[in-house]
């Protein structure tokens, strides 16, 4: 059964400055892995993909995935207040999504 | 418009009880997708259907079974509630595996 370590459990930035969220899958087999991000009283949002080896950039957001390590990590520069909130990489393999404990970011104005 | 429905938003039920979570999705998706959430698992995978066939089971207990009448719907049927199973129950449905669409979720509350 595939195991995800995410870390930090909590990150505080100010605003304007970079976040970086971390992960570390353990199934080999894991194919595609994804960023989703949850404000409160809502469900998850998918934020963005990343299935090749090297980094995806959208907007002020950068994923990198390395395979060899199966280490995925989400780059958050220029944090805004409204990107405060509880962060999830998940990594699937077939039909499931296996989710980490989730990062709970905080952007003080 | 929220485009996968869940009902009802909240639940309080009792010890020993049943209760059906409902969900709807409207995005023509093939596969649906039950999650719990609680202060102990923060984002647990519970079963997937696709096309109306259980693709995958992750709950270990036959408390819980999924029940899909038609190929938008999957409820959630919980018998025998225990109050470990208090948790926000998250509906969520993709196409062809790819991202997750989730809908806001059922916060059941076990007394």
Redesign the interface.
């Known amino acids: 059964q595939q195991k995800v370590q995410q870390s930090p459990e909590s990150l505080i930035v100010p605003e304007g400055g970079m976040a970086s969220l971390n992960c570390t899958f353990s199934d080999r087999n894991s194919q595609y892995f994804?960023w989703?991000r949850q404000h409160s009283?809502?469900?998850?949002?998918?934020l963005m993909?990343i299935f090749s080896n090297g980094d995806k950039k959208e907007g002020r957001f950068t994923a990198h995935l390395n395979k060899a390590s199966l280490h995925v990590s989400l780059h958050i520069k220029d944090s805004q207040p409204s990107d405060s909130a509880?962060y999830?990489c998940?990594g699937?393999v077939?039909?499931?999504?296996?989710?980490?404990?989730?990062t709970r970011l905080t952007v003080r104005p | 418009d929220p485009k996968i429905i869940q009902k009802p938003k909240y639940l309080v039920a009792v010890t020993g009880s049943e209760k059906i979570l409902i969900c709807e999705q409207y995005l023509g998706h093939n596969a649906m997708y039950w999650y719990r959430q609680s202060a102990k698992k923060p984002l647990e995978f519970m079963f997937s259907y696709s096309y109306q066939k259980l693709m995958d089971n992750q709950t270990a207990s036959s408390r819980f079974q999924p029940q899909s009448s038609k190929k938008n719907h999957l409820d959630l049927q919980i018998t025998a509630l225990k109050p470990d199973d208090s948790a926000t129950y998250f509906c969520a449905s993709s196409q062809d595996r790819q991202r997750l669409f989730f809908g806001h979720g059922t916060k059941l509350s076990v007394l």
């Open positions: 994804w989703y009283g809502e469900g998850p949002k998918a993909s509880l999830f998940a699937g077939g039909a499931k999504l296996t989710f980490g404990g989730g």
